[in-house]
């Protein structure tokens, strides 16, 4: 069974840009979570989704959003980009939220320069 | 605040040696992971606990749920340990993560 696929996997955007990330869940999972990776704050959660609907989010500013799909593919956006965003961005997927194991995806490096 | 503390931040182990990570968390959980990150990012979930002990090969993970306290244990340590140890919880309101800043493990030969 394929893994968790995050789409692109670098990324150099400018400040004020913005940017849509993608993950493909493992085939059944109908959940996905979003994390943000950097060195000062380290894993940091943002969203999580299940069949298509937020079930929680992170403390992170409106600027960040996502949404999924029917087919469990989910994608994240982030709008006028800040220096602050370089990041590495994670998604993981599982069969449902809550309880169940997640598995990452290898992230996509986002560089905001 | 730290929702989640770990210790020891950073640890330098011999091959062979027994490993003790240790996570405090200071909020009611319904479940608590144990995450590995390799360099160049990969994270892989080695346990999800919600009570007692979990064991997979040399790895085994406790939990106090009373104590808030859970440790995990590394037995005959190898140099293919050697990564980022991470400690997260699942509230048992709200439901969003916590993460611990990480235990970075280098076991040499």
């Known amino acids: 069974k394929a893994g968790v696929t995050q789409t692109p996997r670098y990324l150099i955007k400018t400040r004020g840009q913005q940017v849509t990330l993608s993950c493909s869940p493992i085939s059944g999972h109908r959940s996905v979570s979003w994390y943000q990776q950097t060195p000062g704050q380290g894993l940091q959660f943002l969203f999580e989704?299940?069949?298509?609907?937020?079930?929680n989010k992170g403390n992170f500013p409106g600027r960040f959003s996502g949404r999924q799909f029917s087919n469990s593919r989910s994608e994240m956006n982030v709008s006028t980009l800040e220096l602050g965003d370089s990041a590495l961005y994670l998604c993981?997927?599982?069969?449902?939220?809550?309880?169940?194991?997640?598995?990452f995806g290898p992230g996509t490096r986002l560089t905001v320069l | 605040k730290n929702e989640v503390e770990q210790s020891p931040q950073n640890l330098t182990a011999q091959e062979g040696e027994f490993i003790t990570i240790n996570c405090s968390y200071s909020v009611g959980i319904s479940a608590l992971h144990w995450l590995q990150q390799h360099p160049g990012g990969g994270i892989v979930s080695l346990f999800m606990?919600?009570?007692g002990k979990k064991k997979h090969g040399r790895l085994i993970a406790t939990i106090n749920i009373q104590e808030k306290h859970s440790s995990l244990h590394i037995t005959a340590s190898h140099p293919r340990d050697s990564a980022v140890y991470i400690c997260?919880?699942?509230?048992?309101?709200?439901?969003?993560?916590?993460f611990g800043t990480g235990t970075s493990l280098t076991v040499i030969p």
């Open positions: 989704y299940f069949s298509e609907t937020q079930r």
């Open positions: 993981a997927s599982s069969l449902d939220y809550a309880t169940d194991t997640q598995y």
């Open positions: 606990l919600s009570s």
């Open positions: 997260a919880v699942r509230p048992n309101t709200g439901n969003q993560f916590y």
